[in-house]
C-alpha cells in the first residue's frame, strides 16, 4: 500500500492510497491529463513511475514529477500488531490500509484535480477562477469579471 501525495504550488496537496503500482500508474497518467499534458512516451511514463514505486520500496520515498505537480510515493505508514499471520505465505509486511483507510484516486478526484489547476491557472494569469474567465474575456469597459455588476459601465 503506498501513501500518494499530489503537490503543487498553487493547490493544496492532496494525499490518496494506492494498493498497486497499477493504481499508482492510473494516478500518474490522470494527472498528466489534468494539466493537458498529453503522454507521447508511454514506455518512459511507465519506467518512471515504476521507478518511483520502487524508490519507495527501497528508500521509503519517492517524489515522480509530472509537467509541474510533484507526486511523492511512500510506504503507508505501519501499525502496530496490524501484520499478517499469513506472511510467510506471500502476504505483504506492510500495513493493507484497513486500520487507516486512505481515499482512492478516482474519476472524481480526477476532476476536481483538473478544476483545481485549471483555477490556480486562471488566477496565476490575471483571470477569475471564481466565474472561469480568461483575462481576455474580462468586461472590457472596466477589466471587471463577471463576479461583478456592470450596470454603470460605457461599452
Known sequence: MYEVTIKHPAIEDRTFGCATGGDLRTLAYAVARAQNEPVTDDSDMIARVSAARSGADIDGTALLAVSEVTIRVEIAATCEGHESVYVGLGETV????????????????????????????????????????????????CGRCNCDRHDTCAK
Open 94 to 141: 506492510y500495513c493493507d490500509g484497513s486500520c487507516r483507510p486512505l481515499p482512492r484516486f478516482n474519476h472524481d478526484a480526477l476532476i476536481d484535480l483538473s478544476t483545481a489547476l485549471d483555477d490556480a491557472d486562471l488566477d496565476e494569469n490575471f483571470g477569475c477562477s471564481a466565474c472561469g474567465l480568461t483575462a481576455e474575456l474580462m468586461c472590457s469597459a
